[in-house]
């Protein structure tokens, strides 16, 4: 995925590294946490590893919703059957390495985890371009509603996360909302600015 295609389908701040194809944190963060992330990212050259499923950061980590147990999210797009083949023989020595088929919103999906250094590696791929998984729309947004309502809303959303709430279900407990955390997400997708405002509430 080429950083100019990046930037058409994903207006914010993420970006591609020509050099490792992993997406870095663009303006949103220039810790030192970050940089430390980046170092294990190009050590374990894992977005050099699957270059040809096209791999994409998601997850926490981009949007800086992470907390200590936080896994690395990496989408991709790729047969399932080849991604298995693949990830066994690249990845099957890694610690804590695991391989499961399972669907995602009804989509048969592959998940891959496993360790490196002091991060937690989830690979989920689909057999379709990584901007039309769910994951990443959900992505999308988050940010939006990140870009909206600022770091109050992200310490919201890691105050619920360190309680033991998934990230989907962290930015609905933010504005209040008990309902299925998923449709509320996606339900933020095509809705402009302005209507966000007026219909969502942060939760005091």
Known sequence: MSR???KKIFDTNLFS????????????DFSKKKRTIDDILKRAKIFEILSRFQ??????????????????????????????IFCKKKFSKRKN??????QFTGVDS??????FSQ????????DMPVEKQKAFIHL?????????????????VIKYK??????????????????DPYHFIESIYTLEVPIIRRKFRLMK
Not at 97 to 102: A, C, N, P, Q
Not at 110 to 115: D, H, K, P
Not at 162 to 179: C, P, V
């Open 55 to 84: 791999p994409f950061l998601a997850g926490s980590y981009p949007i800086r919703v992470e907390i200590s147990s936080s896994d690395v999210d990496i989408l991709c797009e790729a047969s399932l059957e080849e991604f298995t």
């Open 140 to 156: 999308r947004c988050e940010e939006k509603l990140l870009n909206i309502y600022g770091e109050e809303l992200r310490e919201t």
């Open 97 to 102: 390495f695991s391989i499961s088929e399972k």
């Open 119 to 126: 991060l937690h590696f989830e690979l989920f791929a689909q």
């Open 4 to 6: 100019q295609r990046l």
């Open 17 to 28: 590294n020509p050099k490792t194809n992993a997406i870095g944190f663009g303006r949103l």
């Open 162 to 179: 360190r309680n033991g709430y998934g990230t989907e279900k962290s930015f609905a407990l933010s504005f209040g909302i008990q309902t």
């Open 110 to 115: 592959i998940v891959v985890r496993f360790s």
